[in-house]
C-alpha cells in the first residue's frame, strides 16, 4: 500500500454532440455522443491507510456519506478485491453539480483509479471500467481516461480524437434533473444512427437542447449570448452551455464580456484525460 498523501484531478467532459436514436423496451435511451476532456478539474486529495475506514472531507449538505458517488466507489473496490484497507479523501469541488459536466462520475472515476493504484489492488482499466458502470453510465469514459465515441446508453466506447478546441463553459443559474429530460414527451428520439466519420464531418447538435431551452429560460438566454460570439450549444442535458474558439486569446475575451447573471470558466479541450497524466506521473514517482 502506497500511503502517502496523493493529489488527483477529476475532470469535467464535454457532448460535443448528443444524437437519441432510439428508446428501449427498459426505459433507458440508445445515443450517439462524442466524448472530449478538459483541462478543468475537480481535486481529490488522497490518503490511504489500513483503517479499513473511508473519510469524506467536506460533507455535502443532505448527502449521507454512503450515499456519495466517491465513497460508493471506494467501498466498490474494496467488496471487489476483498481488501481491508481505508483512505481519507478530501475534494476540492469546482464543477458545478447538475452542469452536464460529469463531475459526479468523474469524481468516482478518480476514487476507482486513485484507489486502485494507492491500494495496490491490480484491477485492469477494462475491471475497473466495469466497476464504474455499476455507479454511472458516464463512469467508464472518466476511468479509460481517452476521449470517445460512444453508443449505446453510453457504455459502448470507441477511442476518437477531436480537435483539441478552447472552450468558454458557462452555467446559469438552474439545477437540471437528467431524467426530467429523457422523460419529456417532446424528446426527439429518432435520429438516425451514423458512423463516426459522418458525424465528425457534419454539424454537431444536441438533441436534448431543445426541450432544455423550452423548459429552462436560463438556459435559452444564455445559449443565445454565446451564440453571438461562436457556435455553442448544451453539454449533456445541461445546464452547462459551451462555446468553441480556435485560440485561447478568443475564449477569453468573450469571457470578459460575460454578464454579470452568468458564470464561466474557460478550458482546453483535451483527448487524453488529466487523470490519465497523473496516474503515470505517480506511476514514474515510485520507479
Known sequence: MITRTTQWPAPAKLNLFLYITGRRSDGYHELQTLFQFLDHSDTLTITANDSDRITLSPAIDGVKTEDNLIYRAADALRQRTGIQAG???????????????????????????????????????????????????DVPVFVRGISAFAEGVGEQLQPAAPEEKWYLVVKPEVNIATVDIFTHPGLK???????????????????????????????????????????????????CVFAEFSTPEAANAALNKLPDWLQGFVAKGVNTSPLLTALFAHSTDCQ
Open 189 to 239: 428520439r429518432d435520429s438516425e444512427k451514423r458512423s463516426l466519420n459522418a458525424l465528425l464531418a457534419g454539424v454537431y447538435e444536441n438533441d436534448c437542447e431543445k426541450i432544455v431551452r423550452s423548459l429552462h429560460p436560463e438556459v435559452d438566454k444564455a445559449l443565445s449570448w454565446l451564440l453571438e460570439y461562436a457556435p455553442s450549444r448544451l453539454t449533456g442535458t445541461g445546464a
Open 87 to 137: 483512505a481519507d479523501i478530501h475534494i476540492n469541488k469546482i464543477l458545478p453539480m447538475g452542469g452536464g459536466l460529469g463531475g459526479g462520475s468523474s469524481d468516482a472515476a478518480t476514487t476507482l483509479v486513485a484507489l486502485n493504484y494507492l491500494w495496490q489492488t491490480n484491477l485492469s482499466t477494462d475491471e475497473l471500467a466495469t466497476l464504474g458502470l455499476a455507479l454511472g453510465a
